[in-house]
């Protein structure tokens, strides 16, 4: 096993999170699972709550990175205006969409009934 090559993978793969929270949309992500786990320690989770919302908050943060990944080829092989660019923007940035919807929905039904 090449160690110093591995240790370069994690390198770039940290650089990537970093370069990522630049996105605006990451931001707002990051904010929205801090307010998330400020209230499960507020309201009291149960390990397997807890879980599903680590889960719950590392797919959308990992769905958005790979949008912002999407994004960037888009606006490298296809900087003027095409059809397929728009496609493959937009049915990425729903893929994140998606996911964060069923996550709002999941966490109310994880909180709703501890706060009423
Ligand atoms: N090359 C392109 N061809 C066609 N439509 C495009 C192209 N680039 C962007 N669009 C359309 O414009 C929308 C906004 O794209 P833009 O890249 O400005 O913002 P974004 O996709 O939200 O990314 P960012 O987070 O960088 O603002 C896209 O969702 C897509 O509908």
Redesign the pocket.
Same mark, same amino acid.
């Given at each position: 096993m090449d160690f110093r090559k591995l240790v370069r993978s994690f390198r770039y793969a940290f650089y990537g999170m970093y370069t990522a929270l630049s996105?605006? /949309?990451m931001r707002i992500h990051i904010i929205s699972a801090v307010i998330a786990i400020a209230a499960g320690f507020f309201t009291g989770l149960s390990n397997s709550e807890w879980l599903v919302l680590i889960l719950l908050i590392a797919i959308v943060i990992s769905t958005e990175m790979v949008n912002?990944a999407i994004?960037t080829v888009? /606006?490298l092989v296809?900087?003027?205006?095409?059809?397929l660019?728009?496609k493959a923007?937009?049915v990425a940035?729903g893929a994140v969409l998606v996911f964060a919807i069923a996550s709002v929905i999941i966490g109310l039904l994880i909180f709703i009934p501890k706060w009423f």
């Open positions: 996105e605006q /949309n912002t994004e888009v /606006n296809s900087p003027d205006f095409h059809p660019a728009k923007k937009d940035a």
